[in-house]
């Protein structure tokens, strides 16, 4: 009964957050911004300003990008706390969803981009010696990652894997891993081919866990959902921003 109250309540502020999503009318208006400047100024009046504020039109474009990450992150933390302790392991092991691409291309022996240094999630892991990458790997969450670069396994699989293993036994729901599956297959492509997601793909997965968050209302799980329609709409964001402080004058040499 005292979890069946929690999980309603959780629902509640779930529910919050969800009607603060920016609509598409919202977004149809800030796609008809051209620059940076108007885009931030109109961002910062509605429902993205979390986000956003901030940023100005001397941000470089890794400056934003890494206050993204740094703010889903502290996004994915705050809500892990409104569960109880049995599913935070499960919620917060989603942030290392983000590294992915960037921890496929570590493990690849790629000389790191430089933005890399400056992310403190991914610093760590960043050695020329590659037995002190891999001891990194080891010391950290991030071994199963190391493991699976090893055996050839997609780093997504080995996240989902990972994660049915920090997650209760409730959560084994099918809808829940479909949806996870579809996430893991993008982040696959995203790995492979950076940026290779399109609008029609984006779409159809938002429509798709929309459906499952009203299916999921009342439980516990529908915090994974949420988090993947925040990332969703990260994700537009970011595209949004990327794109017009790459033609914004005067930043062309921080990027």
């Known amino acids: 009964m005292a979890n069946a109250a929690r999980y309603a309540y959780v629902q509640t502020r779930l529910q919050a957050r969800h009607g603060d999503r920016p609509g598409e009318d919202e977004w149809r208006q800030l796609r008809s911004i051209g620059d940076l400047g108007n885009y931030l100024q109109v961002a910062q009046r509605g429902p993205l300003n979390t986000w956003v504020v901030g940023v100005s039109v001397n941000t470089s474009v890794h400056e934003i990008e890494l206050l993204l990450r740094q703010r889903f992150r502290a996004y994915i933390d705050e809500l892990s706390h409104w569960l109880n302790d049995e599913w935070r392991s499960s919620v917060v092991w989603v942030k290392r969803l983000v590294d992915l ?55 997504a699989d080995a996240w989902f894997r990972e994660w049915l293993s920090l997650s209760p036994s409730g959560a084994k729901n099918t809808q829940l891993e479909s949806m996870w599956r579809r996430v893991s297959s993008r982040l696959n492509e995203q790995c492979e081919v950076p940026d290779s997601s399109t ?57």
Do not use: T, Y
Request: glycine share 6%; proline share 7%.
């Open 199 to 255: 609008e029609q793909s984006r779409e159809s997965l938002e429509q798709e866990l929309r459906g499952l968050f009203r299916r999921l209302a009342g439980r516990p799980e529908n915090v994974f959902v949420h988090l993947g329609l925040i990332a969703l709409d990260l994700e537009k964001l970011r595209g949004d921003l990327i794109q017009r402080a790459i033609f914004q004058p005067g930043l062309g040499a921080a990027l």
């Open 101 to 155: 691409p960037s921890l496929s291309h570590i493990l690849s022996g790629q000389p790191p981009a430089n933005w890399m240094l400056d992310d403190p999630e991914l610093k760590p892991f960043i050695h020329v010696n590659q037995n002190l990458r891999d001891d990194a790997f080891m010391e950290s969450d991030c071994m199963v990652f190391l493991e699976a670069w090893r055996s050839q396994e997609p780093l």
